[in-house]
Every structure is written in structure tokens, then in C-alpha cells.
């Protein structure tokens, strides 16, 4: 799917992600993040949840080389441990060209089990809307 | 709640580690040759491993705090880019309306060496341990 085709409402349900511990250790050593361990649980970043969504959406939607991240709301409602399947919906919330450019506003509902765990608005631009 | 101050440099070496990581390979981080061509003149990092950056802070000072029940605003306002020395300064701030008893707000402003302003963040984390 091309980004252009996206529309303000359209809703895309994404493969779900399971975070593995060796995935935190590399997202940890690349952000100098530590590593956290609560009741035995090793807890997910949340930044982390929210690229590895992005990325899912990437696979699913096309944007062009050259393509900037504006801005991120991240909304923790639910810790998420390893070894945890996430559900994952986008929603488009806004999807318009304005000067050659297309600007995308969308959100991710990730679930687990059903249950709201993040919430995240990516604000993105691509170049070329025309020839997207 | 205190408020911290880190300090943390961009390298190639780092973005190229999180493109593999993300899979992320646009060519404005990870290409020269491209990123030359583009109106930044040159690579840049990636916006949510400048995010990821800054919630390794958060996870530093606040622990389980911000992993459990956080909230991030961030508004991604000039590249980041290789070899720039970045500066996370996080200031407690009022809670949210209607969350009084429950969070503790925060805004962080990451800044580079020449003092320019790259992340803005408005956010809350969990008042009290849970």
C-alpha cells in the first residue's frame, strides 16, 4: 500500500510483535538505556514497542526515502513485559498534501490480550506526494 | 520528583546500529552520498532513536515509574546529527488537569553543542512508586 492511498479514518491491523529479552539488549546498548526488572518481569521500553509498531506499519505502508519524523506521543497505559504478544491497530487520523508534501498523523493502539497497553500519535512527512 | 540533566554524543556508529536494530534504513541516516544531496546537507539520526535516548534517561531517573505509566510529547524540532554532543535537561512540572494525586509532570528540552534546541518533550510519569 502507497502512502497516498491512506485516508483520515482508515484503520490497518498490523502483525503482532513478541519482544524477546535479546531485542531489549540491543535496543538498550543503542540508546544507552538500562535494563529494567520489576516482580521478575523485564518491562518493555516503551519507545522501543513504538518503533517495533512503526516498523510493523512500514512493512505494511510504503513511504519514500527522504521521509521525516515530526513528532511522537507515547501514552504508557499498561506495562508490557518480554515474551508478551502485542496486538497492534493503526488508525489513520489525518492524511493531507499540502505544498508537494504529504503529512501523515497516525495513531497505534497496541493491546495485550485485548488490554490497552500503548498508545501512540506518529506525525510524519514524505517528500514527493505526487509521485508517492 | 527531582529533575536530571544527561549528556549523550551521536555517532554514525550508533545510528548505523539502530537502523539494523529497526530495520530502519532510509537513506537520510545510514547513506552519505544521499543525506549530501538532501536539504540537511548530511546524515541525520533517527527521530525515535533520539526518542529512545531520551526514554533511556527517563528509565535511568524514574525506573518503572515512566516504564509503567508514562506520557511523552515530543515535537522533533532540527536534526540530530553525527557527532553532535546532545543535552537532556528534564524540569518537574505541574501535573495534568484531573491527575493531581495520580502523576507528576515533566518537560525535557534536548539541546546540541551550539545550544539549539532539537526535542521538545512535555510529559508525566506516575506520582508515587507502583
Request: charged share 20%; with cysteine.
Amino acid at each position: 500500500m502507497k502512502a497516498c492511498d491512506l485516508a483520515a479514518g482508515q484503520r490497518l491491523t498490523l502483525d503482532s510483535l513478541k519482544i524477546l529479552s535479546s531485542d531489549i539488549e540491543r535496543y538498550n546498548e543503542v540508546t544507552s538505556a538500562p535494563r529494567i526488572v520489576t516482580d521478575g518481569l523485564e518491562l518493555v521500553p516503551p519507545t522501543l514497542l513504538v518503533a517495533q509498531a512503526f516498523w510493523r506499519l512500514m512493512e505494511m505502508v510504503e513511504l519514500p526515502d527522504g521521509t521525516i519524523h515530526l513528532g511522537q506521543d507515547i501514552e504508557v497505559l499498561c506495562p508490557v513485559g518480554v515474551d508478551q504478544w502485542v496486538d497492534i491497530e493503526a488508525v489513520v487520523n489525518r492524511a493531507s498534501i499540502r505544498q508537494g508534501q504529504l503529512f501523515l498523523f497516525i495513531e497505534l493502539w497496541l493491546r495485550v490480550q485485548e488490554v490497552p497497553a500503548v498508545r501512540a500519535v506518529t506525525s510524519v512527512v514524505a517528500p514527493g506526494a505526487a509521485s508517492i | 520528583m527531582e529533575g536530571f540533566v544527561s549528556t549523550f554524543t551521536m555517532t554514525q556508529e550508533r545510528i548505523d546500529g539502530y537502523a539494523e536494530w529497526s530495520r530502519d534504513f532510509n537513506p537520510l541516516h545510514v547513506n552519505p552520498v544521499f543525506a549530501a544531496q538532501s536539504p540537511f546537507g548530511g546524515t541525520i539520526a533517527h527521530g525515535m532513536l533520539v526518542l529512545g535516548i531520551v526514554g533511556g534517561a527517563l528509565a535511568a531517573n524514574y525506573g518503572e515509574r515512566w516504564l509503567k505509566g508514562g506520557r511523552l510529547r515530543a515535537r522533533f524540532r532540527e536534526p540530530v546529527r553525527p557527532g553532535d554532543v546532545l543535552t537532556i535537561r528534564c524540569e518537574p512540572k505541574g501535573p495534568a488537569r484531573g491527575a493531581a494525586d495520580r502523576e507528576q509532570g515533566f518537560a525535557i528540552i534536548v539541546t546540541n553543542q551550539r545550544n539549539v534546541t532539537v526535542v521538545d518533550c512535555q510529559g508525566a510519569i506516575f506520582a508515587v512508586r507502583v
